[in-house]
C-alpha cells in the first residue's frame, strides 16, 4: 500500500492526451512537499520527468507537463507516441514518515 | 560524466547480511546527497534511506531501522548499504542514486545500474 495513490495502468492512442494523477494527503504534498515525476523505461533505470511540480529537465520535451493543487498532483503527457510507454511514478516527502515516499507507479500503454 | 558503478548481484540466505558498494565518479562526492531506492521484481519504487557524504548524516525508510545501515567512505568516493536479518521480501533490486541540489528536496538526478540481491533458501 502506497502512500502515494496512482492508477496502476493508463492507455491512449497515438497523438492523444493522458493524465496520470498522484493522490497524497496533508503530511506529504498536502503539506507543501515538492513532487517529482519518473519515467522507467522497460529494463531500464527511472529518468526524471519533471521535477518541483512542473519543472521539466533539459531534454525533456514540453509535451510533457506536471501540476499539483492540495493534496494531489498530475503529470500529462499530449501528442502520444510509442516511446512513451513506460512505468511513470511520483515521488514526494511525508512529514508524518520523515522520509521520501514514491506512488505505486502507472504502466501507460500505448495504443 | 556522473557515474555511480555498483557492485555485482548477491545470492543470501534467510538470515544472512548483505553489503552493496556504490562508486561515485564524475562531481564532487561530498556536494550531494546519495540515496538508496529498491524495486522487488514486477513492482514499483520503495525508498531505503539517505546519506550526507559531507557530514555522514542518515535517514532510513522506518520499516528498515535497525536492518539498514548507510555508510560513505570519503577517500574512495564509494557509498555502502548493510541490510541484515534478510527475509525474502527483501528481494529486490537495490539502487544507488544521487540527489540533486537546490529545493528543500531535490529529485533523484543519476542513477546506479542497480545491484539485485536474491534472498532464498
Known amino acids: 500500500q502506497s502512500v502515494l495513490t496512482q492508477p496502476p495502468s493508463v492507455s491512449g492512442a497515438p497523438g492523444q492526451r493522458v493524465t496520470i494523477s498522484c493522490i497524497g494527503s496533508?503530511?506529504?504534498?498536502?503539506?507543501?512537499?515538492?513532487v517529482h515525476w519518473y519515467q522507467q523505461l522497460p529494463g531500464t533505470t527511472p529518468k526524471v520527468l519533471i521535477y518541483?511540480?512542473?519543472n521539466r529537465p533539459s531534454g525533456v520535451p514540453d509535451r510533457i507537463s506536471g501540476s499539483k493543487s492540495g493534496t494531489s498532483a498530475s503529470l500529462v503527457i499530449t501528442g502520444l507516441q510509442a516511446e512513451d510507454e513506460a512505468d511513470y511514478y511520483c515521488q514526494s516527502y511525508d512529514n508524518s514518515l520523515d522520509g521520501r515516499v514514491f506512488g505505486g507507479g502507472t504502466t501507460l500503454t500505448v495504443l | 560524466q556522473v557515474q555511480l558503478v555498483q557492485s555485482g548481484d548477491e545470492v543470501k540466505k534467510p538470515g544472512a547480511s548483505v553489503k552493496v558498494s556504490c562508486e561515485a565518479s564524475?562531481?564532487?562526492?561530498?556536494?550531494?546527497?546519495i540515496t538508496w531506492v529498491r524495486q522487488a521484481p514486477g513492482q514499483g519504487l520503495e525508498w531505503v534511506g539517505w546519506i550526507s557524504p559531507h557530514n555522514g548524516d542518515t535517514k532510513y525508510a522506518r520499516k528498515l531501522v535497525g536492518r539498514v545501515t548507510l555508510t560513505t567512505d570519503r577517500s574512495t568516493k564509494t557509498a555502502y548499504m548493510e541490510l541484515r536479518g534478510l527475509i525474502s521480501d527483501d528481494t529486490a533490486m537495490y539502487y544507488c542514486v544521487r540527489i540533486a541540489v537546490g529545493g528543500a528536496r531535490p529529485p533523484f538526478d543519476y542513477w546506479g545500474q542497480g545491484t539485485l540481491v536474491t534472498v532464498s533458501s
Open positions: 518541483d511540480n512542473n
Open positions: 564524475g562531481y564532487t562526492f561530498t556536494s550531494h546527497g
Open positions: 496533508t503530511s506529504n504534498i498536502g503539506a507543501g512537499n515538492d
